[in-house]
């Protein structure tokens, strides 16, 4: 298919695909004469998949494009799950005082896997943290049952990586149920918090 | 305390505290002279609060407003949640066959509550919808399961909702419980899912 086409059928305005070209998130396609290329439907995938890692995940771009080298690189689903993990960690400084305090909860419930330099338990540190200096400490005393919930949850997501099988990469599939599976989960939390809510006069 | 103390104390520049005050983010200090102003400890939890929903919530400035602007007016915590889903829609027109197929399954599992004028139901169906574009339908096959851990996870929040009790406005209480406790939850479910996939050899 044309340039035209592609931005059709992605939905992708024609001066964002070449945007997103000339930075090497899509490959070029097939040159069928001077100022003419072939698109197939694997670049309206790629497309799609670019959209989605910002629009619902909420990655930058060039998030996007360090997250599509590792999943092209064939490097391992966890990799390029942490790889994703990267650029969501907040750039302001929290006190010192409020990070030790989120550091020990957090490595008392990961154990030996509680390595601050990795993204995720960085991030993991940082929210508690912030949760902290905004007076409400009291999500420590929930964290047990949250973290426990959240082994359950990603234990469907492996099942469903498997339910897609090799048909797909599985760091692609991965990826989209952890990134769109977290804009997911959030809904249905917050659809079943309204319901509580509703039912006890505490929320009212 | 002073402009200067209040900035230092809540890590936010002079210039962005300043842009907070002529946008109405913050209440105005106590005049004390013709260019001074003394600020309270309400000030910065105030400025955390909103540095907080801005990096962590992801919510832009206006959304931050909107928020705030309900939580100010007393409204219920399940209207104040509403408001700060309300911006998170993606703007993106997804396919008409897309929608329809997400927004059958969202109904499944929601049944009447499933009304798609509702940002958190819009949210989700088309959070579902960008899935069915990326070939990744086989999420649905799943969303029973979640839709049951997201209940246990909501009474979770419930009851973090009470432990905090009345010394904290509860609708201020949710709303940090859901928007800090999005991201909490999926970097718990990002380090039960690595540690999933290292132990089976398909996330290798």
Redesign the interface.
């Known amino acids: 298919m044309r340039m035209a086409e592609l931005s059709a059928a992605s ?1 992708v305005p024609v001066a964002t695909v070449k945007y997103y070209l000339r930075e090497g998130l899509l490959p070029g396609g097939r040159r069928v004469g001077p100022n003419q290329a072939d698109y197939t439907d694997g670049h309206v ?1 790629r497309l ?2 670019v ?2 890692l910002r ?2 995940g ?1 990655l930058s771009l060039a998030e996007v494009a360090d997250v599509l080298g590792a999943l092209d690189a064939g490097r ?3 990799v390029v ?2 790889v994703a ?1 990267d650029g969501r960690v ?4 929290v ?1 010192a005082a409020a990070r030790a305090w989120a550091l020990a909860h957090v490595g008392r ?2 154990g030996e ?1 509680a390595d601050d330099a990795d993204a ?2 960085a ?2 540190v ?3 943290a ?2 902290h ?4 400490e ?2 420590s ?2 964290l047990a ?3 426990a ?16 099988g090799p048909a ?1 990469r ?1 760091a692609e ?2 990826l ?3 990134l ?19 039912a ?1 006069p ?3």
Chains 1, 2 share one sequence.
């Open positions: 939905g995938k799609r998949l959209c989605a629009e619902i909420g391992a689903a966890r799950l942490g993990q907040s750039g302001r400084p006190p419930l990961l896997a995720a338990v991030n993991l940082t929210v508690l912030v949760c200096g905004l007076g409400h009291a999500v005393g929930r049952q949250y973290a919930l959240a082994r359950e949850v990603a234990a469907v997501d492996a099942a469903l990586i498997d339910d897609v797909r599985p599939t991965a989209i149920t952890t769109l599976g977290e804009r997911l989960f959030a809904g249905l939390r917050h659809c079943a918090l309204v319901d509580a809510l509703g006890a505490a929320g009212a």
